[in-house]
C-alpha cells in the first residue's frame, strides 16, 4: 500500500482499530477461550510466516592489512625467461625510453636564454615538488597519512579484473576471457569446451547446470567447485553449453575469478559482478532546432563585482532571454539580483570560489551546463547552439570556447595533462599547452585535457566531477585534473565570449570592491596546507611533483 | 614563469617595454637597416621554432548511427551447437528459472487476504509501471526522446572492454586475456609466446619492438600492423618479450582490441587506454582517537521549521560542540541562525527537497559527511564515532542508523535493490525491505542497498552519486537508486537520533508554517512531467516498472 508517490513514512504501517461499542456477547466462557486459543495461533502461525527464515551469512568487508594487489603490467624490460636467456639482443633506444622508468622524476628543462621573449617563444618546462606544501615537521606525518588514506582507497576501488591474466598455449580449453557479467545475485550461463573432464571453481557465487544431459557425472553442483566429466565428449561439451554461476555474494561492483582446471591444463577468466550502470538522461525539450533554454543552464560565481555580474545578465539577456542562470554568492554583504529565471543562492562570507562553483553546477537541472565568469560579456559570436551541436554530436563531455580580452588577444587555454607512475612517493603530474587532435567535422575544434572557464558540459559529467570546496581561492585546472579518466574534453576557437578589462589604468582609482576583491583573489597561506592548491595535489591526488610549460 | 600559485592569468606573457629616453644613435643607415634584418631573421627563426611541428591527426569522435554492440553475454539456454543438436537433455527448472527472461515483465504479487494487520504481516509486493506518469498525448514523444537519449549514453559508457571474447582452444599462442592496461599516448610491454611466424594489429596505436633479436624478420614495426618471424622458434619468443604498444589515437578512457594471429589460429584480447583513478584523499586530522570534528560534516535542509532547526542544532551541541554543520535553507523568508561552525545557505523559495540535499553536501570538505533531517534530536545513543568506526574499517561507502520516533519505535529502512534487463521498453526496478548479509565483525550492522534518512557517508561518493536537483519534494530512495554499482552501503541499528515528534494531537491546531510545510511537503502535480518521482524512474533512469513491498 505504500506506493511509490505516497509521502515519505517512517512507519510504513498504518492502521484504525476500531472499539465496537456496541458490546460483544458470548455465550459460554468456553467458546470465549477456544476463540482466544485460535485467534494466537493464527497470529503466531503469521508471525512465524514472516520471521525471516533466511539464515543471513555474514560478509567480509574489512579492509585488508596485507599488500595490495600490483595493477600494472610490468612496464619494463622483462627478465629473461630463463629457457631464452643466453639469446642476444640490441635495445631500440628511441622505442625502450618510451617504457616507463621506475618511479618518475621531478625535472623540468633547464638552461635556455634569459631574453624577455624568451617564455613567449621557447616555453620552458618547470617542475615543482609538491612536498613544499607543507612545513618539514609536519611533512612525515602528512606522507604517512597520505599512505594509510591511499591504501584504503585502493583497497575499495581495485578489483579482480585489473589482474593480469595470461591464457596459457595449446589449452584444450574454451572458455571466455572477457565481457562476461552478472548482475548481483543473479544467475547467468557460463560457455565453455573441453577435450576431458573438468573442475570449475568461483569463488563469490556457485555453480550449477540448467539442464542435465544423458551419461554425465556431476559433482558439487549448487557449490562453489562443481566438476563434470562422461566417457562421452560430445555429452560433456553438450553439458558445459548449460552451465551456470550464481552470484550468492552480494557486492554491489566487484568480480569473481573462475578457475577452469582438465587434464594438465588451467585457465581462469573474471565474471564482472556489478549492477551495470544506471543511465541519468535528461530530457530535452521539443524536437527541431536546438532550444537553448531547455538544454542549457548558465552557471557562475560571484564575489563583490554585482557591477560586472549584472553587465554579464544583461547581456546574456539580449541573445538567451530565458534561459536560466544560477548564480553563486559569497560576497559579505549579498545584494538582490532582480530578474526572471534567474536563481541566486547565497553563501557564507568568503566560503570560496570551487565551492561556489560546486553549489552552482549541484543546483542544475539541464542537459548542459555552460559555465562563465562573472566578468564576461556575451556577444554575437557567443552562439551557444555551436557548443550544443558538438556536444550532441560527438562522444565529448565538455567543449570549451574561447574568450577575448579588451585587446582583442583571444584565447582558449589548451591544456593536456597527463599522468606519470611514482612509487612510494606518488605520481608525477605534466601539463603542457596545447591539444591532441582536429576533431573530424569541427575543423576549429580540437581534443585536449583541460581548457578555459567558458564552457559547456554535461551537466551529470560535471556533477559526478565536481569542484572540490577545499580550494577557496585561486584554482582552475584542478577540476580538469580529478576529471582525467572521465571527461572527454574538446575546445572550440570560434564561440567567443568577451572578457570585461581587467587592464588598471594609472589614473583609474580601484573602487573600494576592487580592493576588497583583490584581497581575497590573491589570499595570504591558509591555515590548512592541505588545503592549498599544492597541498591538495599532495595529499588528496597523490601527485609528488607538477610540471609545466 | 607562470608557476602554480600565481594568479590566473589569461595572458600567460607579461614584459614590459621599455623605450629608453636617454636615445639611441646610429652611427649610419645600413647598421641600422642591417641591425633590422637581424632581428627579423632571429623573430622569424623564433617563430619557427614555436610553430606547431607536428602534423595533428583528426580524431572521429561522433556519436554512430549504427546497432549499440550487445553487452551481455546471451543469458538464456544457448541455440545448440549444430555438431551437438540432437544429444538429449533434460531441463532443470529450478536453475533455469534463475535465468533472466526475455525482458521484465511488471507484475506484483496477486490475491492474499484483505485483513487490518495483512499488509503489517504479509507485505505483499505491489507493481507500478511507470509510463502512466505521463499523459497518453505526450507518451510516445518521451519514448522517442528517452530512447535517442539513452542510445548517445550508451555509446559514451560502453568501452570494447564490455565485448564477449572467447579463446580458442588449442591455441598455440600464449597471449594475457585480461589486466593489460596503458595510460594515454603511452608506451608498454606486451607478452605472448608463438609457435610459428606471428601478425599482430591493433587499431589506437602502433606495435614495436623495444630490443631487437637476432635471426628475425620484422615488418610493419611503428605501425599498426607488425608481423615477426623467424627460422628459430626461441629466437622469435624471446623477441616476443620486446614487443611494445604505443596508444596513438588520444581517449581519456577506453580500450584497444589487439589481434593476434599465427598459422591456422587467432586470438584477441583487450588493452586499457586510460589515465587510471586519481585518488581522492582527506586529510584526517590527527592520529589516535576519531576525531568526529575533524572526520565529519554534518548537513541538513531547512524549510520554514526554524524552532525544529534550533532544537537539532542545540542538541548536536551537546555532543559535538565543534563540528560544522552545512544547513541548505530554501525557506521564504530566511532567517539567521546564530552559532559557531554553522554554515548557512539561502536558497532560492522553494526551489527544493533534492536541491537542497545535493547543495549542501556540495559544501563538504571532511572526508565524511552525516546527513540528519532538520526535526531530529541528537541523544546519548547518537554517537558518531561507531559509525565513523564502521567506514574507517571497512570498504562501506555509506552507512545508515536508527530513527527513533516518540512511541519509541525504531526504524533503520532497509531496501534491496535490483534491476532485471529490460528490452526497448525499459528494465524493471524492484525494492524489497530487507538486506544481504551481517557484516562480520560488526553484529548490529548489515549490507543493504538503501536505508534511512540518517546516515554517515564518504563525502567523495556522496558528491560523485549526487542527490538529483530534479527531484523538488517527496523523495528519498531515488538517491540509492543513482548509487546502485557505485555505493556500498551498510546499516547499523546501534546508533540512534530521536525524530521530534510527528503525532498530530486533535487539541494543538496546526501553525502557520506547519501548514506552509503540509503545503510544500505534499504537492500539487508538476508542470514537467520528467520531473516527478515516476517520470525520472522512467526518462531518466529509464525504467518501465517498479515493483516493492
Redesign the interface.
Known sequence: ?????S??N??N?S??IHVSASGFRMRSLRKTVLLAILVSVVLVL??L??W?TRA????????RQGPVVE????????E??H??GN??????DN??S???RNGCVCEGESGGVNL??A?????RV?A?PLHTAFEASELE??KR??AK??K??Q???QTP?????????????????????V?????????G???DRINITATLGTL???????GMKIKGDGEMHMSLSSSLL??L???L??V?Y?NT?????TADTVQLETEGHQ?S??IKI???????????GS?GEYNVSALVTIATKTFLRYDKLQDLINSVRRYYPTVTIVIADDSEKPQTILGSYI??????FG?GWF?GR??A?????TKYVLWVDDDFIFTANTKLEKLVDVLE?????LVGGA?R?ATG?T?T?RQTI????GEEDGDCLHMRR????????FPNC??T?GV?NFFLARTDKV??V?F???LAR???LEFF??G???????SCDDVIVN?ATKIKLPWVSQSESDKTYAKF??PPASS?A?????GL?F????FQC?T?N
Chains 1, 2 share one sequence.
Do not use: C
Request: no cysteine.
Open positions: 500500500m505504500a506506493s511509490v508517490d509521502r515519505y517512517y512507519n504501517q492502521f484504525n503469521a508471525l510466516h514472516s525471516p543471513y551469512t555474514t560478509v567480509d568487508v574489512w579492509q595493477r600494472h603490467l610490468e612496464e619494463r624490460l622483462p629473461p625467461d629457457r631464452l639469446i642476444p639482443f640490441h635495445v631500440r622505442v625502450a618510451l617504457l616507463a624577455p621573449f617564455q613567449l617563444l621557447f616555453p618547470s615543482h606525518e602528512m597519512r597520505r588514506e591511499y584504503s582507497f583497497e575499495r576501488s579484473t585489473d589482474v593480469l591474466i595470461i591464457a596459457e598455449a595449446n589449452n584444450p580449453l574454451q572458455y571466455p576471457t572477457q565481457g562476461v557479467e548482475r548481483p545475485l543473479r544467475t547467468i550461463i557460463i560457455p569446451k573441453t577435450s550449477n547446470v540448467a539442464a542435465e544431459v544423458d560430445p555429452n561439451n553438450r553439458q553449453q548449460f551456470t550464481t555474494l552480494f557486492h554491489p561492483n585457465a577468466f573474471s556489478r549492477h551495470g550502470v544506471t543511465p541519468k538522461l535528461y530530457n530535452t524536437k536563481e541566486h543562492y547565497i553563501m557564507p566560503k565551492a560546486n553549489l553546477v549541484s543546483q542544475v537541472t554530436r560527438t562522444t565529448l563531455d574568450v580580452e588577444y584565447a587555454y597527463s599522468i606519470e607512475s596545447g591539444f591532441h587532435h582536429v576533431i573530424q567535422g580540437v581534443v585535457d578555459i556533477q559526478q565536481g572540490d570546496p577545499r585561486v584554482a582552475h585534473i580529478d582525467l579518466g572521465s571527461l572527454h574534453v574538446g572578457h583573489r590573491y590548512d592541505t588545503h592549498t592548491k599544492n595535489l595529499f588528496k591526488n597523490r607538477l609545466h
